[in-house]
C-alpha cells in the first residue's frame, strides 16, 4: 500500500535543537522521529513511500536514501512554494491511483493502522480522519462524530468556548483518489481549513475513525523531552534500538561498543547509544544517551536527553535537561531543569545554567559563569502567552520589564522593520513601567512608536490607521486585580488581534531569534500630535448634536479617576450638554476597583442623580471602555437590562437589520427585536469575536451584557464615552426616561453559576455532554447551549481558570434552580471517568 509522508517541516517551535536540522530528523530515542514512522508503515503493509520535502531535504535524503535500507521503496518530491497540506497531496496527483494514507513524519505513534485502512473501505469514504481523545485539546483540531462515526463537526485549534469534545485530528488520513478532484492545482489548500469543511458541505462520505494507542504531537521542547519518558516508560523495548541488560531493579539498553564501568549506577530505565562509555561513579536516572557519548566520573544525569557526540566531565550535574550533538559540559558544571543546548556549545568548568533557558548553536560559556537567561535574549515564558485579556500576569513576577520588553521586540519583528504603531497606558505607574519597556523592544525591531502616553482606550483603537498605524499597544492595570497588569495588542483596525494573529505572534515569542534592527534601522519615539483631535472630530460627526442640545437633559458621570476625564468633557462641553462629573481626574492609586469600592461608587452615583433630578447617571470603567447606568429615580439598571434597554432605544424607529449579543443573553433580545424585524445574532462572548461581529455589514448595534456597548457607525470597538452621548441622543429623540422603559424591557429570569472542573477534564466533559444532547435542540456557537422547552442552559469552560460556566433563563426562577441544579450536577458526572 501506498503512504504520503509529510516531512517539509521547519520545526520553529523546537528551536534552538532545530538550527540545523528538519523537525522530522530530530532524534527520538536515538533514531529520528520520522524513521520510527516509516518502521510503523512498514509494519502496517505501508511499503511504497512517497516524502514530501520542503526544508533542508538533502538531509532527509542523505539518511533514507531510497527506503531500501529500512524494507520499502522511497520517491521524494519537493514542491517550489508552500502548497498548504492539501496542496502537497495534489502536486502528487499523478503517483495516486488507489487509496493512500497521509501521516505526518514529526509525530510520535503506534496506532494500528491497519484498522484504519478497514474501516476505510467499511465506510466507503472519501476521507476517513484517524482521531484520538487527549485530556487538552486547545492545539489541536476538535472533531464531533455521530453513532456511524460520520464526521459533523471539527474545529481547526480552538479556544476553550469551542472545545466541544476531546476527539481531535490527529493528522493521519487515509483518502480516496477521489478526494483530489475537491483540490486546486498549484494553490494554499488545507486539509483542517480548507478540503474538510468542503467535503462536509458537500455532503461527501467523511468519517473518523477513534484509535486506541499511543500518539504525541511534539509540538514543543517540553513535549520533546516528555515523549523519551513515554518511549521508557510504555514502549516495549524491541521498539528501542539496542538490547536490554538488567543491573539490580533497574533495565539498561545499549548496542555492542558501549563500556559501562560495574561501578556506574543505573536508576530506572536508560537508553544508551552506541559507542558509548560511562565511567566509575557515574550516575544515570531515566535518561536517553545518544551515540559516542562519554560521561566521566562521578556526573549525575536524571531525566535527561543527550544527542551524539557529547561529553559530560566529572561530578557535573544535569537535570532533565536536552543536549544537543558534540557538546562539552566542563567539570563539575550544572545544568538545571528544562534547559536546552543547541549544538557544538561549550560549557566551562563549574558554569552553571538556570532552568528553562535556551542556548543557540555554537556558543561558549566561560567556566564559574552563571546563565540566568537564554544566550539569545530574554527568559522562558512557561505559559501559554495570550488570554482572554491579552497578556496578562503578576506584575513584576510574571510580566517583567524584561519579559515586556520581549513582547515589545517580537510584535514589532511580526509586523515588520518601518512599521508604525501607537502605545498608550492607564494612569497607573506599574502601567508606565510596563509600556516603556514594551517601547524599548518594539524600537529595536525597527519599528517607529507614537506613544500617546495617558489616554482611554477607545481613543487609541480609534487613532489607529488614521495614520497608517499598523497596530497598537495598550498597557493597563487589571479592572480585577491590583496585582495583575494587562497587555493589549492591537490590529491596523485597532481591535484586538484575531486568534490567528495571536498564535502567529506566540510562535515568533517561542523562537527567540527574531529579528532585530541594526543600530542605524532602529525605530523613531514621536508624539502622535493629533490623536484626541481626530477622535473628536469623528465622535462629533456621529451623534446628533442639535438634538442633543435641544433636549436640554442632565446627567451625572462618574469618571473613576479614569483617561476619560482627559476627553470626555471637553466633547460634553461642545455638545452643550448638563453635566455633573465626579472623579474627574487621574489617580494612579485608583485604577483597579474592589466589588465593594465599586458598590459604592453606584450607591455615591445614585445618590447624587436623585439629589439633582438628573436624567441619568453613568459610571465610566477606568478603560473607558464599560459604562453602568443609573435611571432617573436612582436605581441602578442591571447590566443586562441595561443591554436589552440600550437594544430598545436603537429599535425604536427603525426596521430590519442586525444586531448582535453574547449566546449567554436572554432570548428576551428577539422577543423584543421581532416586531422591529431586526435579526438578533448570537455572538461567543470573548471581547475579541464580539468587536469582530460589529464590524459586519448591517451591524447596527452590539453589547456584550456585561457593560460594554458598540455603536459600528463610530467604530466598531467598546467605547463607554460615545456609548453614554448615543445613549443620551436615543433619550432625547424618543422623549423616554430610562425608568419608564426599563417597565417595557421584556421579563426575563437569568442565573449564573460556576463549577469547578480540572484542566484535563474539560474536553471530556465537552464531549460526554454533545454525546447526552445529541437528540436534543443545542447550539454551539460558544460552549454547548441546550434548549429545554422555553428554556436554555448554556456550558461554557472558563479559559483562564479550571471551572465550567453554567447559565440558565427560564419563566421563572423555580424552573430556573430546578434546571440549573440538573445541570450542575451533570457537570460533576461528566468528569468522573
Not at 142 to 148: A, F, G, K, L, R
Not at 502 to 525: C, K, M, N, S
Not at 791 to 801: K, R
Request: neutral net charge.
Amino acid at each position: 500500500m501506498r503512504a504520503i509522508m509529510m516531512a517539509g517541516g521547519f520545526g520553529t517551535r523546537l528551536r534552538p535543537l532545530t538550527c540545523n536540522i528538519p523537525k522530522p530528523m530530530v532524534p527520538m530515542a536515538n533514531r529520528p522521529m520520522m524513521e520510527h514512522i516509516i518502521r510503523l508503515l512498514k509494519d502496517n503493509g505501508f511499503d511504497d513511500l512517497i516524502i514530501m520535502l520542503y526544508y533542508q531535504p538533502e538531509v532527509i535524503i542523505g539518511h533514507f536514501g531510497d527506503g531500501s535500507a529500512f524494507g520499502v521503496r522511497i520517491q521524494y518530491l519537493r514542491p517550489q512554494a508552500d502548497l498548504g497540506t492539501a496542496g502537497c497531496i495534489k502536486f502528487a496527483e499523478s503517483l495516486l491511483n488507489e487509496p493512500f494514507l497521509v501521516i505526518s513524519g514529526d509525530l510520535l505513534t503506534n496506532f494500528k493502522l491497519k484498522s484504519v485502512v478497514a474501516a476505510h473501505r467499511e465506510k466507503k469514504a472519501i476521507a476517513t480522519l484517524v482521531l484520538t481523545r487527549v485530556a487538552n485539546p486547545l492545539s489541536y483540531g476538535v472533531i464531533i462524530v455521530d453513532e456511524h462515526n460520520a464526521i459533523q463537526r471539527f474545529l481547526e485549534k480552538p479556544s476553550w468556548g469551542e472545545v466541544f469534545s476531546d476527539t481531535i485530528n490527529t493528522g493521519i488520513y487515509m483518502l480516496d483518489p477521489a478526494v483530489l478532484e475537491h483540490i486546486p492545482k498549484e494553490r494554499n489548500f488545507d486539509f483542517s481549513k480548507n478540503l474538510f469543511p468542503h467535503l462536509l458541505e458537500q455532503k461527501l462520505p467523511l468519517y473518523g475513525h477513534i484509535t486506541e494507542g499511543y500518539w504525541k504531537d511534539v509540538g514543543d521542547l517540553a513535549e520533546y523531552r516528555m515523549a523519551h519518558y513515554d518511549l521508557l516508560d510504555s514502549w516495549p523495548v524491541s521498539a528501542l534500538p539496542g538490547k536490554p541488560h538488567k543491573r539490580g531493579e533497574s533495565e539498561v539498553i545499549y548496542s555492542e561498543g558501549t563500556h559501562l564501568h560495574p561501578k556506574a549506577i543505573c536508576e530506572g530505565k536508560v537508553l544508551l547509544g552506541q559507542g558509548c562509555k560511562v565511567e566509575e561513579g557515574a550516575k544515570l536516572s531515566r535518561c536517553v544517551i545518544g551515540n559516542r557519548v562519554t560521561i566521566r566520573a562521578g556526573a549525575e544525569l536524571t531525566g535527561c536527553v543527550l544527542w551524539d557526540d557529547v561529553t559530560v566531565g566529572s561530578n557535573a550535574r544535569l537535570e532533565e535537561a536536552v543536549i544537543g550533538n558534540r557538546c562539552q559540559i566542563g567539570d563539575e558544571a550544572q545544568v538545571f531543569a528544562g534547559a536546552i543546548v543547541g549544538d557544538d556549545v561549550r560549557i566551562g568548568q563549574g558554569a552553571v545554567l538556570h532552568s528553562n533557558i535556551k542556548i543557540w548553536p555554537n556558543k561558549h560559556v566561560e567556566d564559574g559563569a552563571v546563565l540566568s537567561s537564554s544566550l539569545i535574549w530574554g527568559e522562558k515564558w512557561t505559559r501559554r502567552l495570550f488570554g482572554a485579556y491579552g497578556i496578562s500576569g503578576l506584575c513584576n513576577r510574571e510580566v517583567t520589564p524584561e519579559l515586556a520588553t520581549r513582547i515589545g521586540a517580537v510584535y514589532g519583528a511580526y509586523l515588520g522593520e518601518g512599521a508604525y504603531v501607537t502605545t498608550s497606558r492607564d494612569a497607573h505607574m506599574a502601567s508606565r513601567m510596563i509600556k516603556r519597556a514594551i517601547i524599548s523592544g518594539l524600537l529595536s525591531s525597527g519599528v517607529k512608536v507614537g506613544d500617546l502616553r495617558t489616554a482611554p482606550i477607545p481613543v487609541v483603537r480609534y487613532e489607529i490607521g488614521q495614520e497608517g498605524e499598523a497596530g497598537g499597544v495598550h498597557v493597563r492595570q487589571s479592572p480585577f486585580d491590583p496585582n495583575i497588569v494587562d497587555i493589549k495588542l492591537l490590529d491596523k483596525t485597532g481591535v484586538d488581534l484575531s486568534s490567528h494573529q495571536e498564535r502567529a505572534i506566540e510562535q515568533l515569542f517561542l523562537r527567540e531569534d527574531f529579528h532585530r534592527a541594526t543600530p542605524d534601522r532602529v525605530g523613531e519615539l514621536i508624539t502622535p500630535p493629533r490623536a484626541q483631535e481626530y477622535y473628536r472630530a469623528g465622535f462629533l460627526k456621529a451623534v446628533d448634536t442639535a438634538v442633543l442640545q435641544s433636549a436640554k437633559l442632565k446627567i451625572v458621570i462618574d469618571y473613576a479617576f479614569s483617561s476619560a476625564s482627559l476627553i470626555l468633557p471637553d466633547i460634553l462641553g461642545r455638545l452643550g450638554l448638563e453635566v455633573v462629573g465626579l472623579n474627574a481626574y487621574l489617580s494612579a492609586l485608583r485604577v483597579t476597583k474592589s466589588a465593594e469600592d465599586f458598590q459604592s461608587a453606584l450607591d455615591q452615583l445614585s445618590t447624587i442623580v436623585q439629589t439633582l433630578k438628573a436624567d441619568a447617571g453613568f459610571l465610566i470603567d477606568t478603560g473607558a471602555e464599560k459604562v453602568f447606568i443609573v435611571d432617573e429615580k436612582g436605581k441602578r439598571i442591571p447590566n443586562e437590562t441595561a443591554l436589552l434597554l440600550v437594544a430598545k432605544l436603537v429599535m425604536q424607529g427603525k426596521q430590519g437589520g442586525f444586531m448582535g449579543v453574547p449566546v449567554n443573553v436572554s432570548s428576551a433580545m428577539e422577543r423584543m427585536a421581532a416586531p422591529h424585524g431586526v435579526v438578533i445574532k448570537r455572538l461567543r462572548t470573548t471581547p475579541r469575536y464580539i468587536m469582530e461581529a460589529s464590524r459586519e455589514k448591517g451591524m447596527s448595534f452590539v453589547g456584550d451584557g456585561i457593560g460594554g456597548f458598540i455603536f459600528p457607525q463610530f467604530q466598531p470597538c467598546y467605547d463607554a464615552m460615545f456609548a453614554i452621548v448615543k445613549i443620551v441622543e436615543l433619550m432625547a429623540r424618543h422623549k423616554v426616561k430610562l425608568h419608564a422603559l426599563t417597565q417595557e424591557v421584556p421579563e426575563f429570569e437569568t442565573f449564573h453559576q460556576k463549577v469547578p472542573c480540572p484542566w484535563d477534564r474539560k474536553g471530556l466533559v465537552m464531549r460526554r455532554a454533545i454525546d447526552a444532547l445529541r437528540s436534543s435542540h443545542a447550539e454551539l456557537v460558544d460552549g454547548v447551549k441546550v434548549f429545554v422547552d422555553s428554556s436554555w442552559v448554556l456550558l461554557l469552560p472558563d479559559p483562564d481558570e479550571a471551572t465550567f460556566h453554567i447559565w440558565v433563563e427560564a419563566p421563572t426562577k423555580n424552573q430556573a434552580r430546578t434546571l440549573m441544579k440538573e445541570y450542575s450536577d451533570k457537570l460533576r458526572e461528566w468528569q468522573t471517568t
